[in-house]
């Protein structure tokens, strides 16, 4: 044994001693057939539970270790020996990745008739490990040559001959057969525990699913599309794999009402879109009855489950489930967390149907009207629209929907509330003046829509006070709209809008109509108010000094009309615009 290899075993048994997670790393690098035949009876007899867990992670690796075969062989009669299904079932999957077929063209001559064809047949290309103690080789695929282990070649070398993968592999599904009638009450759970372990790189190609085989005996053992033979998995002639439909060994088995919560498990567990679809046309065909009875838990996991199949199966056993109507309102508030919009479309749509809103609380209603999804939020609102708000305490209540997030929903809800809160005999200030202060844009824009002539907050001086000092762009330009329709805002001077008319024309990205708008009602109001006017000329000169030729001439009209009209203001225009020259004759724009 060379002194790297030496070193690798002692430091594998050292981190092996210690409960080291790099203990695997080391024992890859060993290659003495003697030595890991030794260590493998003293791991299979270890008693911790962090050594089981080892065997796990060391069968999800590619066996392709030199040397290894002991192992393999020792681990693998221990776990049969003791009858641990969950180990046979890793067993089980890691033989089936040992075999891997691949396409070819098989070309045929008839010589009586002279006439030739082809067709694709499968072949099991030459990938194992060859050779004594410290020199291995396989054979590469291509050349037929031996090629040293560690070459650079496509196609990694594998464990064992042919022969061996497929007895392997034989063997470990025949635990499995013999437990459906040894032990019929451990069958499903046992075979959809390992079941779950395949992956989608499992069954990626057609000719990987016929290759695991101890998938298809237990998934479609019946089936008439496939045909076994001793060792291997073929099409029959004509038929292709879009007609594999389930039929698994002990199909009585999987029938038993039992089966369908381990069927249910499976489907969450899986990680083989193969083993999910299958596990769901077994439930729809066999165990609809006892589907029924679901549990919020259950179906909460299809519905969360990252495979939209599975979560569309989730809402169908959501239409068809049985006592809706007695489910504790908690259990649907727990439903619509779900993250996928087409379920919570079915699960709002059956909520409306066995749900009444006063089941719910006022302050429920409400956390479903703020909620982001738009289906959550719709159904807030439709409860909100059916409750009384009679109380100042409900009024408080109802008032927090304006932190809705929802923008699909936003602006109704907006005009709800403020139906209720903002009549003239319930008008609140501080309870209104929140919407238009709210994150969601659509929620301000519900509050605009009801802030009218005839609404209590149109000559709230308090209301407009507040809404001078609003960060959002589309209030500003709504402000200056609502100065165009009337002659001035209740509570408000021409000097408070200075802040707002400077926004309007500051914004770069904004069209001009606004910003005009914005320069002739401060041209009226220097010439209506002298004593605002250092406060507003600056506002001028913004839009005089404007890189826009539209509102650099709107700013020197505005002005020369207000300069003509009242010549005090001249001295005030000279400063703050030192560049142009005013004379005692203006004459306007």
Avoid at 270 to 298: C, F, N, T, Y
Wanted: with cysteine.
């Amino acid at each position: 044994m060379a002194s790297s290899d030496r070193a690798s075993t002692l430091l594998m048994e050292e981190y092996f001693s210690s409960g080291d997670d790099r203990f695997l790393d080391e024992l890859r690098k060993a290659h003495d057939p003697k030595k890991l035949a030794a260590f493998a009876d003293r791991w299979k007899k270890d008693f911790r539970p962090w050594a089981r867990s080892q065997v796990f992670r060391y069968l999800e690796l590619p066996l392709d270790r030199p040397g290894h075969q002991p192992v393999v062989r020792r681990l693998f009669k221990h776990a049969e020996e003791k009858r641990d299904d969950e180990l046979m079932g890793a067993f089980a999957v890691a033989f089936d990745r040992l075999v891997r077929r691949v396409r070819r063209r098989r070309y045929h001559y008839d010589w009586e008739t002279r006439r030739s064809w082809e067709e694709e047949v499968l072949f099991a290309p030459r990938d194992s490990l060859k050779g004594d103690v410290g020199r291995y080789y396989y054979r590469d695929p291509k050349t037929r040559e031996l090629v040293p282990y560690g070459a650079a070649v496509k196609r990694p070398p594998r464990l064992f001959g042919y022969h061996t993968r497929y007895y392997l592999r034989r063997r470990a599904w025949r635990y499995f057969r013999r437990m459906g009638h040894q032990r019929p009450k451990d069958f499903p759970a046992a075979v959809a525990q390992f079941l779950a372990r395949y992956g989608d790189e499992d069954a990626a190609k057609g000719e990987n699913i016929l290759d695991n085989w101890s998938l298809t005996h237990a998934c479609f053992r019946h089936a008439d599309v496939i045909e076994f033979d001793v060792a291997r998995v073929y099409l029959k002639d004509g038929r292709g794999l879009s007609e594999l439909r389930p039929a698994p060994d002990h199909p009585d088995l999987w029938k038993k009402p039992e089966s369908a919560r381990v069927l249910l498990s499976l489907l969450t567990a899986a990680k083989s879109r193969l083993v999910r679809v299958w596990a769901m046309e077994l439930l729809r065909r066999d165990h609809k009855p006892h589907l029924a009875g679901i549990s919020p838990d259950e179906l909460l996991r299809l519905l969360d489950h990252a495979d939209d199949e599975v979560q569309q199966f989730g809402a169908e056993l959501l239409e068809g489930a049985a006592n809706l109507e007695k489910m504790p309102v908690s259990d649907w508030l727990r439903l619509l967390k779900t993250r996928n919009v087409t379920a919570l479309e079915t699960i709002t749509r059956v909520m409306l149907r066995h749900v009444a809103g006063s089941r719910l609380t006022l302050a429920q209603c409400v956390e479903l009207a703020t909620a982001e999804p738009v289906p959550v939020a719709r159904i807030g609102l439709e409860f909100l629209k059916g409750r009384t708000i009679a109380t100042p305490a409900d009024r408080e209540t109802a008032s927090h929907v304006y932190r809705a997030k929802c923008a699909g929903v936003g602006r109704d809800i907006a005009r709800w509330a403020l139906g209720v809160i903002g009549t003239p005999q319930t008008y609140d200030v501080d309870q209104v003046s929140r919407f238009f202060d709210s994150l969601l844009a659509e929620v301000r824009l519900g509050a605009w829509d009801w802030l009218v002539a005839g609404s209590p907050g149109w000559d709230d001086p308090a209301l407009w006070g507040r809404l001078l000092e609003t960060p959002y762009e589309e209030s500003r330009l709504r402000l200056v709209e609502a100065l165009e329709r009337r002659a001035k805002l209740p509570g408000v001077g021409p000097g408070n809008l200075a802040a707002i008319w400077s926004a309007v024309l500051l914004g770069v990205h904004r069209g001009g109509r606004h910003k005009l708008t914005a320069l002739r009602q401060i041209s009226d109001a220097v010439r209506a108010s002298p004593e605002n006017t250092e406060k507003l000329l600056p506002v001028l000169a913004v839009a005089i000094r404007s890189v826009r030729l539209p509102e650099t001439r709107a700013g020197l009209a505005a002005l020369a009309a207000s300069v003509q009209e009242r010549p005090e203001l001249r001295d005030a225009a000279r400063k703050q615009l030192s560049e142009l020259e005013i004379t005692e004759e203006v004459v306007p724009a």
